[in-house]
């Protein structure tokens, strides 16, 4: 298993009102799977995310990547441990403005401890993986949506992470290049066995994954599962998926 | 940190105008800093000077032009032990008061000129010089200030002088008199001044303590014809710009406020730049930036600004010192404003300073923001 998450919650303060968008959630996901994380506005599926990219601390639980323990380690360690573990692809794409494609990409491997004809090979392979080799010069501005999305994948990939989270990847762009965004992220899942975790509020953009789940009210409903169970008739609880 | 130059360099140029501007002020910082710092130095340079020299002086008397003193005193200071070498000097300036424009004539035995100084002829003779009796030797400060070339004749007042020579000296303050025969000087028209001198110039063997010889000196001519007033050269500088002493150490306070004022405008820049990247800085801790390299990032741009203004400042201040030739003198001393190598240093270190203390704060607010909600802002 290279994700298990159990019983967490999340919750904080606004003005009066405590708010848990998280609440005993338990999920194990497996190495090379394709999981897509859907649910109306507000449910916490990009808190959910952000817990398993470590970005965040949840309130209890716990969670685990790759046999490491996420939630107790230390702010300076965490950022440590998501360098060389995790991939994160923003909604906007989020690129440094003043770096070029290729400077962009490169940017986490400076962080370990690859020299620089290695970064190079690396962020080679990155952008061609995203078919942006000819575009490594490009400053972001110089880039449509779809291509500055693409350098934002490159990013997320270089390191060869263990898990890659996207946190509503295609909510910025047209249906055409959502399409070609989504295509991508399915090949990566495929051809280089990594391991997808997709935020979406779009369906049909939550069906290229592997396995659908569903945040309603704090809780996770598995549908891949259900889907199964339901054509076997077999009901069963959610709490653990 | 190298690695993340690009990063850095690029970052302070998309905000150029801002970068520019912020540099621009911190290089004026400094370039007042270095300047009143240059000023201080000049003071300190003049006020402590060894104890090997002492000047014997009219009592009671301040300014060169009421001190008259028998030039015969030579002769009997000459004998008492531990005086190696008597001067005479005759001393004419065209402003006993604060001046920025100073013109101070010393005049002097010529054969006496090079056993007390340590002047390296850069143009004209010393064969010139001591064969005209009219002939003057012109430090290059005022050469350079009154743009004085070799052969000018020149005149302030009623002195006269054909220059002979133009010298430079390990002595900047130096550099900003003229050196004429002393009878020539004595015989300036109007003036009466033959068989007296303004002051005697004692140079002490090393056996001679200062103080003892003044007191000798001063005693042997309590009953004389006139009284002297006999201190080390440096307590007689430091006494003839006494007026000026409390306004430097004033402008000191002065450098200090540009520093304080630099700091501020360095810290403001480096907080502006960091409220305009709270999402970017969120963004760069998400690919597993540490709080610890997002602090040094943020430093680093402060420091770059502010040694950017410090070098660009320093460098001004230092050729501007340089080439201008700037003193301002008072009762025929003067304080040169001199570029140095120490002051060069000082300018430089007190930027990185500047830049560390001025980032510290903008720096820590950096990399302790909160991650998600930088991700939030827009």
Redesign the interface.
């Known amino acids: 298993m290279l994700i298990e998450i159990r019983n967490l919650t999340k919750s904080f303060q606004k003005g009066d009102e405590t708010i848990t968008p998280l609440r005993d959630v338990s999920l194990d996901i497996d190495e090379g799977e394709f999981v897509s994380l859907m649910g109306p506005s507000g449910t916490g599926k990009s808190t959910l995310l952000?817990q398993i990219?470590g970005?965040?601390k949840p309130t209890s639980g716990t969670i685990a990547v790759n046999e490491t323990e996420i939630t107790t380690i230390s702010?300076?360690r965490l950022?440590?441990?998501?360098?060389?573990n995790?991939g994160?692809i923003?909604q906007t794409h989020?690129l440094?403005?003043?770096?070029t494609a290729y400077?962009n990409v490169e940017?986490?491997l400076?962080?370990l401890p690859f020299n620089r004809a290695e970064r190079q090979r690396r962020v080679q392979i990155a952008l061609e993986a995203v078919e942006l080799l000819d575009r490594a010069n490009h400053y972001p501005r110089q880039l449509s949506g779809g291509q500055e999305q693409r350098v934002g994948i490159a990013?997320a990939i270089v390191t060869d992470p263990k898990v890659v989270v996207a946190d509503e990847p295609t909510g910025d762009l047209d249906s055409a290049t959502s399409s070609h965004i989504l295509d991508l992220l399915k090949r990566l899942n495929s051809e280089l066995g990594t391991t997808l975790l997709m935020v979406t509020h779009d369906a049909d953009a939550a069906a290229t994954a592997g396995r659908q789940l569903r945040l309603d009210d704090g809780r996770l409903i598995d549908e891949s599962r259900q889907k199964d169970e339901l054509s076997l008739a077999v009901p069963e609880g959610n709490a653990h998926v | 940190m190298f690695k993340f130059a690009p990063y850095l360099l690029k970052t302070l140029w998309r905000h150029r105008g801002r970068t520019m501007l912020t540099v621009s002020g911190s290089a004026v910082a400094l370039f007042v800093f270095c300047f009143v710092g240059s000023v201080q130095e000049g003071m300190d340079r003049l006020t402590s000077q060894s104890d090997s020299t002492l000047i014997v002086f009219q009592a009671n008397k301040f300014c060169p032009a009421t001190s008259h003193l028998p030039q015969d005193y030579d002769q009997i200071i000459g004998k008492m032990p531990g005086v190696q070498e008597v001067v005479p000097i005759q001393v004419f300036t065209n402003n006993c008061r604060a001046s920025l424009d100073v013109v101070v004539f010393y005049g002097v035995p010529a054969e006496k000129i090079q056993k007390i100084r340590d002047f390296d002829l850069i143009e004209g003779s010393w064969d010139e010089f001591e064969s005209n009796q009219d002939a003057g030797i012109v430090g290059e400060s005022v050469a350079r200030r009154r743009n004085l070339k070799l052969g000018t004749k020149f005149s302030v007042g009623e002195v006269k002088v054909t220059v002979a020579g133009i010298f430079n000296s390990s002595d900047r303050s130096e550099e900003d008199y003229v050196y004429t025969h002393l009878d020539f000087l004595q015989r300036t028209p109007g003036m009466n001044l033959v068989g007296t001198v303004t002051q005697h110039e004692v140079v002490l063997d090393d056996s001679a303590d200062a103080v003892k010889t003044s007191s000798l000196i001063d005693d042997e001519f309590r009953a004389g014809p006139v009284e002297t007033d006999t201190r080390t050269k440096g307590v007689f500088q430091a006494s003839s710009l006494a007026d000026l002493v409390e306004l430097i150490e004033l402008s000191h306070y002065l450098g200090y406020a540009c520093i304080g004022l630099m700091t501020m405008l360095i810290s403001t820049t480096t907080f502006m730049a960091v409220q305009d990247r709270i999402k970017e800085h969120s963004v760069l801790q998400t690919l597993g930036f540490s709080d610890s390299i997002v602090f040094a990032l943020v430093l680093a741009e402060s420091v770059l600004i502010s040694v950017g203004g410090g070098v660009v400042g320093t460098g001004v201040a230092m050729l501007t010192l340089a080439g201008s030739g700037l003193s301002v003198g008072a009762e025929a001393v003067t304080i040169a404003f001199s570029p140095s190598v120490g002051l060069a240093l000082t300018g430089l270190v007190g930027s990185l300073a500047v830049g560390i203390a001025a980032g510290v704060l903008p720096a820590v607010a950096a990399a302790r923001a909160d991650i998600i909600n930088g991700l939030r802002q827009a």
């Open positions: 952000n990219a970005i965040d702010r300076s950022a440590k441990w998501r360098a060389a995790v994160y923003f989020n440094i403005p003043v770096l400077e940017l986490p400076l962080l990013r």
